[in-house]
């Protein structure tokens, strides 16, 4: 372990004297490249540091206890009785950082809500997660680009969708896919009985054109007029994205913009997490006995999540996490949440680890 830190840290001083470079300077994506993986590293190298110090302080009050000195005797022995489990601590944190990284986790995302079952309640719900979430976006301090939204006949949305950017988007949202289910009396309920209703998200991270290792060869392209219900600007331009992945079959696409050219972006990003979902879900398929999956597949149908009003009670189904304080959550403090997630994919990632 010690020989993988002190690779880290000999990367992190090169990244440290590459962002001063002028020619990186004069290249901001280079540079936003570099100064995104120095900070990436910056807690781990600050750590062993502070690992390497605990240990030489230790080293020293050994010594110390050698002195025949019966005070410097005493000291050294008050010293090892703290520095010692903060020696642990320490290691404990640097095994949790050295977990390996998503490297989508640091992706911006498309992020999409759309109503359930339940009808006009099922599109007020999925308006309320809307303004859940574009609260805790703010508080994230994150930037947003609404690219489409379908309004219900009586408030909320139909659909609404997003996109995301700040730092480690899709490693904070990659959790919230799957069905989000809603427990209370509707604004449409005359009789005052608790209904159930339902709405999906889907987060997609967003792939620059360079990430993505599909041959063009291997793609087909089409461009068609948006139709149906949609969004406001169907219908007015040929500006529907549509990609085939000829070995296969797998197909996706994109009206969600009235850009053709933003549309090509999220169609093909689409394309390319479908193509990685298939994948994952057959080597999960395969791994099934050894382990259950956290966060399921991300499907639509994948209920993740109810949200009982008349209790004040959300409940995480994935972790089995239960709230009393859903009158904050949904004011935009999904911080616990989301926390608890990331540590319950940690713990099973060290799992995995020590098979």
Do not use: C
Request: hydrophobic share 35%; proline share 3%; aromatic share 8%.
């Amino acid at each position: 372990m010690l020989d993988k830190l002190e690779a880290i840290q000999d990367r992190f001083y090169y990244l440290e004297e590459k962002l001063s470079d002028p020619d990186v300077l004069a290249d901001m994506k280079q540079f936003a490249k570099i100064n995104k993986e120095y900070k990436d590293l910056t807690e781990i190298v600050v750590t062993f540091k502070d690992y390497k110090t605990t240990a030489a302080n230790i080293e020293s009050a050994k010594a110390m206890l050698k002195d025949p000195d019966p005070e410097m005797k005493e000291m050294a022995e008050m010293e090892l009785a703290a520095l010692k489990p903060r020696l642990d601590e320490l290691e404990e944190k640097i095994k949790f950082l050295l977990i390996p990284k998503d490297p989508e986790d640091s992706k911006d995302v498309v992020f999409e809500i759309r109503s359930g079952t339940g009808g006009d309640e099922a599109s007020i719900f999925a308006g309320d997660l809307y303004r859940m979430y574009t609260k805790y976006f703010e508080n994230q301090g994150w930037k947003t680009e609404l690219i489409d939204e379908n309004f219900g006949s009586v408030g909320g949305y139909n659909k609404v969708v997003l996109e995301v950017y700040g730092d480690d988007v899709y490693g904070k949202l990659k959790f919230e896919s799957g069905a989000h289910r809603v427990q209370r009396v509707p604004k449409t309920e005359s009789q005052g009985r608790v209904h159930t209703s339902a709405a999906t998200v889907v987060v997609m991270p967003i792939f620059e054109e360079e990430d993505i290792d599909i041959r063009k060869d291997e793609l087909r392209t089409d461009t068609f007029r948006a139709q149906g219900a949609g969004g406001q600007h169907v219908n007015k331009t040929e500006s529907g994205v549509r990609f085939t992945h000829l070995p296969t079959g797998i197909v996706a696409e994109s009206t969600d913009s009235r850009s053709q050219h933003k549309n090509r972006e999220i169609a093909l990003s689409r394309l390319y997490v479908k193509i990685k979902e298939a994948a994952r879900e057959k080597s999960y398929l395969e791994q099934k006995d050894k382990r259950k999956s956290l966060v399921g597949t991300g499907d639509r149908s994948d209920k993740i999540r109810t949200y009982n009003y008349p209790q004040n009670r959300l409940t995480d189904h994935r972790i089995n996490l239960t709230l009393y304080n859903l009158d904050r959550v949904v004011e935009g403090d999904l911080e616990e949440i989301i926390s608890s997630l990331q540590r319950a994919e940690n713990a099973e990632k060290m799992k995995g680890g020590e098979e």
